[in-house]
């Protein structure tokens, strides 16, 4: 998954871009829902949250690196689940 760090402006283009909804305004900042992040795996090439920030606050969270097949996996799973 991927994390939005202190540095996010609360500039808003990211959240609609999100094709699982894993991204919310949180109590300050926006964030992630990390169980919902694919990296966007199974529906763009790259994370569309990470080309649209203006600022680049969004990298890969360390506390959740997945691979490609569990990004997979997890795709599937949410996809299963409606
Ligand atoms: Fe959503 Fe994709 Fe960003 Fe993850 S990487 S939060 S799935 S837009
Ligand atoms: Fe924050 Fe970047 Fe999302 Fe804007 S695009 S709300 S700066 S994380």
Known sequence: ALIITDECIN???CEPECPNKA???GQEIYEINPDLCTE???H???PQCQIVCPVECIPHD???VESPEQLE???QAL????
Do not use: N
């Open 62 to 64: 360390p506390s959740h």
């Open 73 to 75: 996996v997890k795709y």
């Open 79 to 82: 996809k299963a689940s409606g």
């Open 44 to 46: 763009y090439g790259e």
């Open 11 to 13: 500039c808003d283009v």
């Open 40 to 42: 966007c795996v199974g």
């Open 23 to 25: 991204i919310y305004m």
